[in-house]
């Protein structure tokens, strides 16, 4: 952050900063580390240089941090929120910051030495329980539109429409999709999904939740498309055995979860996460061969695809087999 820009948010803020040093991750948006003269330590949130189509801007995202703060999940406290361009370039919101781990590597290597940890995995099911008692209709979170009338045959539609405009052939993320309509469920009474909650987005320190972060894709949906991205093998960080976002075990999620979690449901939406996370790596590398962003960490992602396309082969067997 330059100086320039230091001192228009220092004027905004009405609040000296003495330290101020960008996080790392957040391939889509930033993360400003700020220390403010009395020692008190915030977050700053604001847009990279090359953003997702998808991804909400930064008013909704304040606005679903501020409803799940106020439902009782486990969020860093929503501070200010900051739409006008003239004081750093971006709009921006400011929240205070919390402490623990979200690498997802480390916490998945963490877990694996242990054998699991199913404790930490009850936690973060109480937590997406918690959110997912966010309901519609609400008018705070009324630019999230109307629900799906049918999730899942929205999301078919919804990724064939990207596939179609990126333009790239891509005959096993296809296969996946036709497998989905082959195997859609009845729909379910929509709730808030979080969209991302993952290993990599949760902050942890020891067994507990300290903080669900990113929420730039939430959107009303079945609650299984949450309960799915996170038991996903793409988001098990190499602990392929520890099928709760490689931390601990299914069970053991579902459990912490609650009632209202139909594992039956699971199978269609794990094979959902991963032909949305090879849509979504595509986009990823995508920014990057535009020179818009040029980013070593976008285009690196865009070389998982043919990994995520063999998972989705192999679910979509295991779906048609019954076996998933």
């Given at each position: 952050m330059d100086e320039g820009k230091r001192a228009a948010l220092e004027?905004?803020?009405?609040?000296?900063?003495?330290?101020?040093s960008l996080l790392s991750g957040g391939a889509i948006q930033q993360n400003w580390a700020l220390t403010l003269e009395g020692g008190e330590e915030w977050v700053?949130?604001?847009?990279?240089?090359a953003t997702l189509a998808v991804s909400l801007p930064r008013s909704a995202?304040?606005?679903?941090?501020?409803?799940?703060?106020?439902?009782?999940?486990?969020?860093?406290?929503?501070?200010?929120?900051?739409?006008?361009?003239g004081v750093i370039g971006t709009p921006f919101f400011v929240m205070r910051r919390v402490r623990g781990t979200a690498t997802g590597f480390r916490l998945a290597k963490a877990a694996a030495a242990q054998g699991g940890d199913d404790v930490l995995v009850r936690a973060l099911g109480a937590e997406l329980a918690r959110i997912h008692r966010i309901t519609?209709?609400?008018?705070?979170?009324?630019?999230?539109?109307?629900?799906?009338?049918?999730?899942?045959?929205a999301f078919i539609a919804a990724m064939r429409a990207?596939?179609?405009?990126?333009?790239?052939?891509?005959?096993a993320v296809e296969w996946g999709l036709a497998?989905?309509?082959?195997?859609?469920?009845?729909?379910?009474?929509?709730?808030?999904?979080?969209?991302?909650?993952?290993?990599?987005?949760?902050?942890?320190?020891?067994?507990?939740?300290?903080?669900?972060?990113?929420?730039?894709?939430?959107?009303?949906?079945?609650p299984h498309a949450d309960l799915g991205w996170f038991c996903a093998p793409c988001w098990r960080f190499g602990n392929r055995g520890l099928e709760?976002?490689?931390?601990?075990?299914?069970?053991?999620?579902?459990?912490?979860?609650?009632?209202?979690?139909?594992a039956s449901r699971l199978p269609f939406w794990e094979l959902a996460a991963t032909i949305r996370w090879a849509v979504i790596a595509a986009d990823q590398g995508a920014r990057h061969l535009s020179g818009v962003e040029r980013s070593l960490e976008l285009a690196l992602t865009a070389q998982i695809i043919p990994e995520l396309e063999m998972d989705i082969l192999a679910q979509v067997e295991a779906l048609d087999a019954g076996t998933a």
């Open positions: 004027a905004w803020l009405g609040r000296r900063i003495t330290a101020a700053l949130r604001t847009d990279n240089a995202e304040y606005a679903l941090l501020c409803a799940a703060h106020a439902e009782g999940v486990t969020v860093p406290e929503p501070l200010r929120l900051c739409e006008d361009r519609p209709p609400r008018d705070d979170l009324a630019f999230l539109g109307a629900p799906p009338t049918d999730a899942g045959a990207r596939l179609d405009d990126a333009g790239t052939p891509r005959p497998a989905m309509e082959r195997h859609l469920l009845p729909p379910v009474p929509p709730v808030l999904n979080h969209n991302d909650f993952r290993t990599g987005n949760l902050m942890v320190e020891g067994h507990a939740v300290t903080a669900v972060l990113d929420w730039e894709f939430a959107a009303w949906g079945d709760a976002g490689g931390l601990g075990s299914r069970a053991a999620f579902l459990e912490g979860y609650g009632a209202g979690a139909d």
